[in-house]
Nanobody
Framework: QVQLVESGGGLVQAGGSLRLSCAAPGRTFSGYIMGWFRQAPGKEREFVAAISRIGINTYYADSVKGRFTISRNNAKNTVYLQMNSLKPEDTAVYYC?????????????????WGQGTQVTVSS
């Protein structure tokens, strides 16, 4: 079992930035592809970004490409999501997830472990 703990959400004005963190305390997660997903009220959970096990490859949804950056520090068992130029449509609960499967997938069903989520609200 891998416990994932997100932090860094909050309220920000449009055009602002936030950095989300996801830690796996007491557990190494270098064997997992790590992903970020988000879910807005009334909508399905959608893929945001993913990063390969040692951080060489990154993948983004078209809606966030060029604005969001995913990174990881395996020595700290932490993955990050830097979000810049935020828009009101980015408002959602953001979840990090760990995937033991290869190759990378953008489907939530591929991911084995999930965090509890952190709320991001972007005001216009």
């Amino acid at each position: 079992q891998v416990q994932l703990v997100e932090s860094g959400g909050g309220l920000v004005q449009a055009g602002g930035s936030l950095r989300l963190s996801c830690a796996a305390p007491g557990r190494t997660f270098s064997g997992y592809i790590m992903g970020w997903f988000r879910q807005a009220p009334g909508k399905e959970r959608e893929f945001v970004a993913a990063i390969s096990r040692i951080g060489i490859n990154t993948y983004y949804a078209d809606s966030v490409k060029g604005r969001f950056t995913i990174s990881r520090n395996n020595a700290k068992n932490t993955v990050y999501l830097q979000m810049n130029s935020l828009k009101p449509e980015d408002t959602a609960v953001y979840y990090c997830a760990a995937d033991s499967h290869l190759p990378y997938s953008s489907l939530p069903t591929s991911y084995d472990y999930w965090g509890q989520g952190t709320q991001v609200t972007v005001s216009s």
